[in-house]
């Protein structure tokens, strides 16, 4: 018999890659997804479509980390042996615009959900999504014992998220651990980060529908990883037998100049014909470098990074390009019709 899942933010990049290594392990797979008036599935919905036996294994509810009765009631309905929390405002820039929501679903949902599974009591094992942004503004390599400096409301969110973790292992006995994951991209990733918003902005560009790219600081330094690897690394977290926590990293540094610089030379275009500044993407307090350490989940995850930047940069275009493609052909089946 397979284990059970609960995933908070299925629907996410990470979510989604999560619950596709999940299945391929035999894991029967609960996902919480947020009731709106548009449906938002599009990164799952080759799972949960899927006529063969796959989607039967995915199961969806209604539910959001701002209830905590809804929470305990579902972990009581559902019963899982793992959860991992990656609901979240994760947007960075974001949650300077919107700090008291931000606060409420990054970090006070992580409270709630603990707070579920230990009333609940139904024992499972929980994976907390922690982030880099926490180091904020302290000087890299950062490793899990380096001290939190957020400079963001999200960051501080998600410092929050980290001690009640490591509070209800501490006070409970849960298995609880941290993730303190770096950045990691994938042609999944929202169309308002950095990274996807590049690599869609060339494929654009080369297609003629988009002249310019407007962006805020070049010169942030960051450690970018590849997601489905990452996930992976989540699922042997809650594997050992301990609970620990641990940063996930690849423990090479780019500049989002150098991310912008690959990524529009795999389309033969010419960044300073049509990349232009612009003040309103700067944060209000800047994180300069996040370069991880992550030799320990090397030690005892047996976890390495494969996918380096400059090849996350250049699959990252293809598959925009490939959709602008696809996107294109379908307007003009529409047009012939």
Partial sequence: MGKTALITGVTGQDGSYLAELLLSKDYTVHGIVRRSSSFNTERIDHIYQDPQEAHRSLVLHHADLADG????NLLRE????????????SHVRVSFDAPMYTGDVTGLGALRLLEAVRASGIGARVYQASSSEMFGATPPPQHEGTPFHPRSPYACAKVFGYWATVNYREAYGMYAVNGILFNHESPRRGETFVTRK?????????????????????DA????????????????????????????????????????????????????????????????????????????????LGWQPRVRVEELARLMVDADMQQVADQLAGAAVRIDR
Avoid: C
């Fill in 198 to 218: 590049i690599t869609r902005a060339v494929a654009r560009i080369k297609a003629g529908l988009q002249q310019r790219l407007y962006l805020g600081n070049l």
């Fill in 69 to 72: 009765v809804a929470l305990v």
């Fill in 221 to 300: 330094v960051r450690d970018w990883g590849y997601a489905p690897e990452y996930v992976d690394a989540m699922w042997r977290m809650l594997q050992r037998d301990e609970p620990e926590d641990y940063v996930v990293a690849t423990g090479r540094a780019a500049t989002v100049r150098q991310f912008l610089d690959t990524a529009f030379a795999h389309a033969d275009l010419d960044p300073a014909e049509h990349v232009r500044y612009d003040p309103k993407y700067e944060r209000p307090s800047e994180v300069d470098a996040l370069i991880g350490d992550a030799s320990k989940a090397h030690d005892l």
């Fill in 78 to 89: 559902v019963r899982p042996d793992e959860i991992y929390n990656l609901g979240a405002q």
